[in-house]
């Protein structure tokens, strides 16, 4: 029989004490190479807290994470990205006096082995450029490459930060509320930007999103935390029919 394949992402026994409040409480997610999870649960239920530690922003009290197969639960954010991991932030992370087409290329330029320099003078044929120039087709922002990223819209701020991911060529994305402030009218282009990039990147993604419809729309399971603790790991399906999930998060059924 074949060894079973190495998780693309696996929290063992996680725990996190603030000043004597317990946030995490073991903790264990294994989460299978290219497939999609979503994490839910009611604000303050630790799925933040889950990203933070995965990212390497916050340590945890006690518990692993491991990339890949790799143990990374002391490596800092930097190692960790250079591990394959990637994320987006609730708030936005570009540079605002940059162009479009800049912060994706910066991303582009290190994903090709470059550093990360601003200031290097940008050929327009180097291969960052014309990286970066696909991945803003691929989000829709096209006729936007050369506007300063502080003068987009809140919509097109996520649709570019998902181009600066795609750029960054992780293995692993973590997505923190990728909706979040964004207009009905660019949620579904939005999902469909997420979407075709697990599609066509093959990489493994992890979704904090409190847009029920997009989450269920786009994951393979979904991992449901309460009170410092994960209560369900299943499809999105039985997730939603699990009585637990019911009584304690939607509060119905049991
Ligand atoms: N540094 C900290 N110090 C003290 N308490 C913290 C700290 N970070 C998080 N918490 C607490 O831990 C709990 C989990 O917070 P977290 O932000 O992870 O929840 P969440 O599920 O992401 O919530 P939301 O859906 O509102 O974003 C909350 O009660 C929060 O107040």
Known sequence: MPAPATP??????????????????????????????????PNGAGKTTLFNIVSGITRPTSGTVLIDGRDVTDLSVHRRARAGLGRTFQTSSLFPQLTVRENVRMAAQV?????LSPW???RPDDAAT?????????????????LPSGSLSHGDKRKL???VLRAT?????????????????????????????????GSTLLMVEHH??????????????????????????????????????LGTGA
């Open 8 to 41: 693309a992402l696996q929290v063992k026994d996680l725990g996190l004490t603030i000043g004597g409040a317990t946030i995490l409480e073991g903790v264990d997610l294994e989460v299978e190479k290219g497939s999609f999870v979503g994490v839910i649960g």
């Open 111 to 115: 994903a090709l082995g470059g550093s």
């Open 120 to 122: 290097r003078f940008p």
């Open 130 to 146: 014309r990286a970066a120039e696909e991945h803003l087709v691929e989000v829709g922002l096209a006729d936007k490459m050369e």
């Open 161 to 163: 930060e998902i181009a």
């Open 169 to 201: 060529d992780a293995d692993v994305v973590l997505l923190d509320e990728p909706m979040a402030g964004v207009g009905s009218g660019d949620v579904g282009a939005l999902s469909e930007t997420i979407r075709e990039m697990h599609r066509s990147q």
């Open 212 to 249: 029920m419809e997009v989450l269920l729309g786009l994951v393979d399971r979904v991992a449901v935390m309460y009170f410092g603790t994960i209560i369900a790991f299943d499809t999105p399906e039985a997730v939603m029919n699990n009585p637990t999930v019911q009584s304690a998060y």
